[in-house]
């Protein structure tokens, strides 16, 4: 008798889950250029100092051994982790609103956003729960070069597709 009622259960929580799941996927789609980069944080968390011209260039010019000091710690790495999906949701917005977007693109700047994601997440627990910093630090450096990397590629992205929105993209990062 409780098997059929954990089933019934289990399977309108499925049902909950995919419909909330929709609703919020169609408002994203709706929002507008405002809506988004309202979300974006601030770069005021040192990403100029550890990358000279982060817009336009990969790489990053500190060390894992300093990364820790010049992106401010653990605010810097949770600015990264907040701007990863606004900039997907950004770079969707181009790619919709641009001519001739590559797929290849975008992927790759979704998979950069869940490896910063992932990086940010892995230094802030090693920073936590270790005895020393230099795991934390390494995780640190690789989210912050994936990040200049992302920035640089969506820069790419609204120069070349949506040019009408790369002004608007500028004032925005």
Same mark, same amino acid.
């Given at each position: 008798?409780? &098997?059929?009622?954990?089933?019934?259960?289990?399977?309108?929580?499925?049902?909950? +889950?995919?419909?909330?799941?929709? %609703? *919020?996927?169609?408002? !994203?789609?709706?929002?507008?250029?405002?809506?988004?980069?309202? !979300?974006?944080?601030? *770069?005021?968390?040192?990403?100029?100092?550890?990358?000279?011209? $982060? /817009?336009?260039?990969?790489?990053?010019?500190?060390?894992?051994? @300093?990364?820790?000091? !010049?992106?401010?710690?653990?605010?810097?790495?949770? =600015?990264? +982790?907040? *701007?990863?999906?606004? &900039? %997907?949701? %950004?770079?969707?917005?181009?790619?919709?609103?641009?001519? @001739?977007?590559?797929?290849? &693109? #975008?992927?790759?700047?979704?998979?950069?956003?869940?490896? %910063?994601?992932?990086?940010?997440?892995?230094? /802030?627990?090693?920073?936590?729960?270790? !005895? #020393? =910093?230099?795991?934390? =630090?390494?995780?640190?450096?690789?989210?912050?070069?994936? +990040?200049?990397?992302? &920035? =640089?590629?969506? #820069?790419?992205?609204?120069?070349?597709?949506?040019?009408?929105?790369?002004?608007? $993209?500028?004032?925005?990062?």
């Amino acid at each position: 008798m409780s &098997l059929p009622l954990i089933q019934a259960a289990s399977v309108a929580l499925i049902l909950v +889950y995919i419909v909330r799941w929709r %609703i *919020n996927a169609a408002r !994203k789609r709706r929002q507008t250029w405002e809506e988004m980069v309202g !979300k974006l944080r601030a *770069n005021d968390w040192g990403l100029d100092e550890v990358s000279e011209r $982060y /817009l336009y260039r990969e790489g990053i010019t500190a060390t894992p051994s @300093n990364i820790w000091q !010049k992106i401010d710690g653990a605010r810097g790495l949770w =600015s990264m +982790y907040k *701007n990863a999906p606004v &900039l %997907i949701q %950004i770079a969707d917005y181009a790619a919709e609103h641009g001519e @001739n977007v590559s797929l290849e &693109l #975008t992927e790759s700047l979704r998979s950069d956003a869940f490896q %910063i994601r992932i990086c940010v997440l892995m230094s /802030l627990a090693k920073y936590a729960f270790a !005895k #020393t =910093s230099v795991g934390a =630090s390494v995780d640190a450096h690789r989210a912050t070069a994936l +990040y200049t990397g992302m &920035l =640089s590629r969506m #820069t790419q992205l609204f120069q070349e597709h949506s040019a009408l929105l790369f002004p608007r $993209y500028l004032d925005a990062m």
